[in-house]
């Protein structure tokens, strides 16, 4: 081309590029950026640049990414005095040309100050690329950048991270937007430079599977973008995105958004492992991260500097069987199997979460290609540690990401797929379909101690839209997709009935209370004849809540809160009565037994019974089933259950009530369900010894939990529920006052439930403990010392005393 038409020149090659039928993607980017060399390279020489100057392309044009409506970002670069003219040389045939400019004049000098002062300015020169002139320049000038940046990347790298956290407020996350920022949302293009940037400081480096493959797809979708519009625009609004889909070959929008969002995910999850690789190496440096242990274990990172920088003597503290706390992450256990524990995956999720932590990206990924499937149906610990992980509540969400990135949930849980990234085309909702469902949970969570169940609370929000997707009305659709899920998770037929029962009537509490008079005794009889009974009504009053508020603000509202409060309290009015809980069945004969050994002897008796797993590849422990007998004394509840801690044996479930075997005098029957902390089961013996000592009063149980507890380590942990004790209904029992208490389970905590229940004087005559994922649910049927129930003052005192004694 020559200098007098190279701009009509350049403009018409360029249209006939962008026409040319099978050309797009990253080729057509690469074309556009060839041509866009050729032209500026021959102004630059029609323009007489003198010798000691170069023309060098930054920014995305460095990058050869040029997008049909991209500026072109220029740098003229001289070391000496040069005509005040020849810039404009260059640029004015730019211009006149109709493309987009951004352009600069300086010397190596003045490039590098910018820099230092300016951070987009450096993002920009780490991809200076040679377009004119003096290649050894440029060649200088990129050394010297590069130099800089990783020299001063302790500095500048948290800069850029609070760049992209104000970014990421601004403009949102790119995976959850109707018409989101395709390059400056969270998980956009820009996010894609950034993590380029920290690869350039050699201090930690992005996980790469898929990241190339998800910034190329925002890319062309942006591409698409502008010669739909016509404008330089990175928001995919919904007017353009038919269009945009039909441009790119994509069956529809919904189709389009998914992929969006999809690579969105990629980008932001490569973000997460990314940056905190950085901030551990970073902490290594200055002295913050935790360099003493007791163990050495040598740096797992992804980033290239990591193994000189943080390897040594690294802390590794258990979380759960087969898993530890290190650097800031939940890992594997140098002796973990996952081949060999179908259920680690969900252990290493609801212990990470447990300890508001994440799962570290290399066990994610080790997790993702070793781990055995789930034998259906799940066992019973694989159903608790998904419970578990989804009670966590906002600690839970990192780690589900995690896992989704990686594959793992759709494992978990096949009718996911149907629902991950769908797009949720409605004003009201914030999230995708799937996003949706774990604030769902999220905000359930924080509801556990309103309900008996939050077992199955949290499990009906997980999966209340799993119908999204299917045809035909959602939640009819989701209820024949829950029957499927429960039974393979396990749960019975009882339970399985009443999932499906919330995920059919997910609406139907909201919609009768603000669309039916709420006086009119129909409305209540609609909802008594859905439920059936006062805990279905209470679970689905708070799925109810928890589905709205993760909806968004416009889905709930005082006004929507006290119209489905006042018809749930009517329909409670009406279904009140009774107890929740089971009755005691009869004493078997080895109980029955037991209780008569206790009663001849004065003494404690007891068995212990293994419980196993097995399945084709292994005999797995579960857990173990004690059975003790003794005479009645005061304080036996807490002792028991101190004497378990001591062990490290959480208790899953027991019962406490009262026999009367002929001729031996009261006893207390104790029926407990353990399993170990850290996988391995105490010896009978010692259990035995122990539970002997304590009982004849040789063993302080408080003090040597007290002296553990002190001696623990620190470890910071999720905010959870405060504990609930309440007094049940006088219909819940004639004889004698029922406590309720529900709780976030912890060690001990069985043991100082009942260290105040004695404190406060009361006998415990039954108890029924249960553990539900992470929260204790647990009932104890207490008297006064004469055996009488309390009366109603004298109940609150012992509940408060107990709430106390918890908080």
Same mark, same amino acid.
């Given at each position: 081309?020559?200098?007098?038409?190279?701009?009509?020149?350049?403009?018409?090659?360029?249209?006939?590029?962008?026409?040319?039928?099978?050309?797009?993607?990253?080729?057509?980017?690469?074309?556009?950026?060839?041509?866009?060399?050729?032209?500026?390279?021959?102004?630059?020489?029609?323009?007489?640049?003198?010798?000691?100057?170069?023309?060098?392309?930054?920014?995305?044009?460095?990058r050869g990414e040029l997008s049909p409506r991209s500026d072109l970002d220029v740098l003229l670069l001289h070391t000496g005095p040069i005509d005040p003219a020849l810039p404009e040389r260059i640029w004015y045939p730019v211009w006149d040309g109709g493309a987009a400019l951004d352009h600069a004049v300086r010397t190596p000098a003045e490039a590098r100050a910018v820099a230092a002062e300016d951070l987009k300015a450096q993002l920009g020169l780490l991809d200076a690329r040679h377009?004119?002139?003096?290649?050894?320049?440029?060649?200088?000038?990129?050394?010297?950048?590069?130099?800089?940046?990783?020299?001063?990347?302790?500095?500048?790298?948290?800069?850029?991270?609070?760049?992209? *956290?104000?970014?990421?407020?601004?403009?949102?996350?790119?995976?959850?937007?109707?018409?989101?920022?395709?390059?400056?949302?969270?998980?956009?293009?820009?996010?894609?430079?950034?993590?380029?940037?920290?690869?350039?400081?050699?201090?930690?480096?992005?996980?790469?599977?898929?990241?190339?493959?998800?910034?190329?797809?925002?890319?062309?979708?942006?591409?698409?973008?502008?010669?739909?519009?016509?404008?330089?625009?990175?928001? *995919?609004?919904?007017?353009?995105?038919?269009?945009?889909?039909?441009?790119?070959?994509?069956?529809?929008?919904?189709? *389009?958004?998914?992929?969006?969002?999809?690579?969105?995910?990629?980008?932001?999850?490569?973000?997460?492992?990314?940056?905190?690789?950085?901030?551990?190496?970073?902490?290594?440096?200055?002295?913050?991260?935790?360099?003493?242990?007791?163990?050495?274990?040598?740096?797992?990172?992804?980033?290239?500097?990591?193994?000189?920088?943080?390897?040594?003597?690294?802390?590794?503290?258990?979380?759960?069987?087969?898993?530890?706390?290190?650097?800031?992450?939940?890992?594997?256990?140098?002796?973990?199997?996952?081949?060999?524990?179908?259920?680690?995956? *969900?252990?290493?999720?609801?212990?990470?979460?447990?300890?508001?932590?994440?799962?570290?990206?290399?066990?994610?990924?080790?997790?993702?290609?070793?781990?055995?499937?789930?034998?259906?149906?799940?066992?019973?610990?694989?159903?608790?540690?998904?419970?578990?992980?989804?009670?966590?509540?906002?600690?839970?969400?990192?780690?589900?990401?995690?896992?989704?990135?990686?594959?793992?949930?759709?494992?978990?849980?096949?009718?996911?797929?149907?629902?991950?990234?769908?797009?949720?085309?409605?004003?009201?909702?914030?999230?995708?379909?799937?996003?949706?469902?774990?604030?769902?949970?999220?905000?359930?969570?924080?509801?556990?101690?309103?309900?008996?169940?939050?077992?199955?609370?949290?499990?009906?929000?997980?999966?209340?839209?799993?119908?999204?997707?299917?045809?035909?009305?959602?939640?009819?659709?989701?209820?024949?997709?829950?029957?499927?899920?429960?039974?393979?998770?396990?749960?019975?037929?009882?339970?399985?009935?009443?999932?499906?029962?919330?995920?059919?009537?997910?609406l139907t509490l909201v919609d009768t209370a603000t669309r039916r008079d709420p006086d009119d005794p129909a409305t209540v009889d609609l909802i008594t004849k859905v439920v059936g009974t006062l805990p279905h009504l209470e679970l689905l009053h708070a799925l109810t809540e928890a589905d709205a508020t993760a909806t968004g603000p416009a889905a709930w509202s005082g006004w929507r809160a006290s119209l489905v409060r006042g018809l749930a309290e009517r329909a409670a009015e009406r279904?009140?009565?009774?107890?929740?809980?089971?009755?005691?069945?009869?004493?078997?004969?080895?109980?029955?037994?037991?209780?008569?050994?206790?009663?001849?002897?004065?003494?404690?008796?007891?068995?212990?019974?293994?419980?196993?797993?097995?399945?084709?590849?292994?005999?797995?422990?579960?857990?173990?089933?004690?059975?003790?007998?003794?005479?009645?004394?005061?304080?036996l509840l807490g002792t028991v259950a101190g004497v378990l801690a001591l062990h490290r044996l959480t208790v899953r479930s027991a019962g406490l009530r009262e026999l009367d075997p002929v001729g031996a005098g009261p006893v207390l029957l104790l029926s407990w369900t353990v399993a170990a902390e850290y996988g391995e089961l105490p010896e009978g013996a010692r259990l035995r010894a122990d539970l002997r000592r304590a009982l004849d009063g040789s063993l302080d149980v408080a003090r040597?939990?007290?002296?553990?507890?002190?001696?623990?380590?620190?470890?910071?942990?999720?905010?959870?529920?405060?504990?609930?004790?309440?007094?049940?209904?006088?219909?819940?029992?004639?004889?004698?006052?029922?406590?309720?208490?529900?709780?976030?389970?912890?060690?001990?905590?069985?043991?100082?439930?009942?260290?105040?229940?004695?404190?406060?004087?009361?006998?415990?005559?039954?108890?029924?403990?249960?553990?539900?994922?992470?929260?204790?649910?647990?009932?104890?049927?207490?008297?006064?010392?004469?055996?009488?129930?309390?009366?109603?003052?004298?109940?609150?005192?012992?509940?408060?005393?107990?709430?106390?004694?918890?908080?």
């Amino acid at each position: 081309m020559s200098s007098t038409d190279q701009p009509s020149e350049y403009a018409a090659a360029r249209t006939r590029l962008l026409a040319e039928p099978g050309l797009g993607g990253t080729a057509r980017r690469t074309a556009l950026s060839r041509l866009a060399d050729g032209w500026l390279a021959g102004l630059y020489a029609a323009a007489g640049a003198p010798s000691g100057t170069a023309l060098v392309a930054v920014g995305g044009y460095g990058r050869g990414e040029l997008s049909p409506r991209s500026d072109l970002d220029v740098l003229l670069l001289h070391t000496g005095p040069i005509d005040p003219a020849l810039p404009e040389r260059i640029w004015y045939p730019v211009w006149d040309g109709g493309a987009a400019l951004d352009h600069a004049v300086r010397t190596p000098a003045e490039a590098r100050a910018v820099a230092a002062e300016d951070l987009k300015a450096q993002l920009g020169l780490l991809d200076a690329r040679h377009l004119a002139g003096d290649p050894e320049l440029t060649a200088e000038l990129r050394s010297n950048v590069l130099s800089d940046w990783r020299a001063t990347a302790p500095k500048r790298l948290p800069e850029l991270r609070q760049s992209c *956290l104000e970014r990421a407020e601004r403009h949102g996350e790119l995976s959850f937007l109707l018409e989101p920022d395709l390059k400056e949302a969270r998980g956009g293009l820009r996010d894609v430079v950034a993590l380029n940037a920290i690869a350039a400081s050699w201090l930690a480096d992005a996980p790469r599977d898929g990241l190339e493959a998800a910034a190329a797809r925002l890319a062309d979708v942006r591409d698409a973008l502008h010669l739909t519009t016509g404008r330089a625009t990175e928001r *995919l609004t919904l007017q353009e995105q038919d269009q945009v889909a039909a441009r790119l070959g994509v069956l529809d929008a919904d189709i *389009l958004l998914r992929q969006v969002y999809e690579a969105a995910r990629t980008i932001s999850y490569a973000g997460d492992v990314t940056w905190r690789s950085v901030e551990r190496v970073l902490a290594a440096r200055t002295g913050r991260g935790r360099r003493v242990s007791r163990l050495a274990f040598p740096f797992t990172g992804v980033g290239r500097g990591n193994g000189a920088v943080a390897r040594g003597v690294v802390d590794r503290r258990p979380l759960a069987e087969g898993v530890v706390e290190q650097d800031g992450e939940a890992v594997l256990a140098q002796g973990a199997r996952p081949g060999q524990d179908p259920v680690l995956a *969900l252990r290493a999720a609801a212990a990470a979460a447990q300890a508001g932590l994440t799962v570290g990206y290399a066990t994610v990924r080790r997790l993702a290609t070793e781990a055995r499937p789930l034998p259906v149906p799940w066992p019973d610990e694989a159903r608790e540690q998904l419970i578990t992980l989804l009670g966590a509540g906002e600690a839970a969400i990192p780690v589900w990401e995690a896992y989704e990135a990686e594959g793992l949930i759709t494992r978990l849980l096949p009718d996911w797929e149907r629902v991950r990234c769908r797009p949720q085309r409605n004003a009201v909702h914030r999230w995708t379909v799937d996003r949706h469902l774990i604030e769902t949970a999220v905000k359930a969570a924080a509801m556990t101690r309103r309900v008996a169940r939050p077992d199955l609370l949290l499990v009906a929000a997980l999966l209340h839209d799993i119908g999204k997707g299917w045809p035909g009305d959602h939640s009819e659709a989701g209820e024949v997709i829950v029957r499927d899920v429960a039974a393979r998770m396990g749960f019975d037929k009882a339970d399985t009935d009443t999932l499906a029962l919330l995920v059919r009537h997910h609406l139907t509490l909201v919609d009768t209370a603000t669309r039916r008079d709420p006086d009119d005794p129909a409305t209540v009889d609609l909802i008594t004849k859905v439920v059936g009974t006062l805990p279905h009504l209470e679970l689905l009053h708070a799925l109810t809540e928890a589905d709205a508020t993760a909806t968004g603000p416009a889905a709930w509202s005082g006004w929507r809160a006290s119209l489905v409060r006042g018809l749930a309290e009517r329909a409670a009015e009406r279904l009140a009565g009774g107890s929740s809980y089971p009755a005691d069945a009869e004493p078997t004969a080895e109980e029955e037994r037991l209780a008569v050994e206790a009663g001849r002897t004065g003494g404690p008796a007891l068995t212990l019974l293994a419980q196993t797993q097995q399945d084709s590849f292994a005999t797995e422990p579960m857990g173990v089933e004690l059975t003790l007998a003794l005479p009645d004394q005061p304080g036996l509840l807490g002792t028991v259950a101190g004497v378990l801690a001591l062990h490290r044996l959480t208790v899953r479930s027991a019962g406490l009530r009262e026999l009367d075997p002929v001729g031996a005098g009261p006893v207390l029957l104790l029926s407990w369900t353990v399993a170990a902390e850290y996988g391995e089961l105490p010896e009978g013996a010692r259990l035995r010894a122990d539970l002997r000592r304590a009982l004849d009063g040789s063993l302080d149980v408080a003090r040597k939990l007290a002296e553990r507890d002190a001696a623990a380590p620190r470890r910071r942990g999720i905010a959870t529920p405060p504990p609930v004790v309440t007094v049940a209904p006088g219909g819940a029992s004639s004889t004698a006052t029922v406590l309720e208490v529900r709780a976030h389970d912890a060690p001990g905590l069985l043991h100082r439930i009942g260290r105040a229940l004695d404190a406060a004087g009361v006998r415990v005559r039954t108890a029924h403990v249960s553990t539900l994922g992470a929260d204790a649910v647990d009932a104890f049927y207490v008297t006064d010392p004469a055996g009488r129930p309390l009366s109603a003052e004298r109940a609150r005192e012992v509940a408060s005393a107990v709430q106390a004694a918890l908080g």
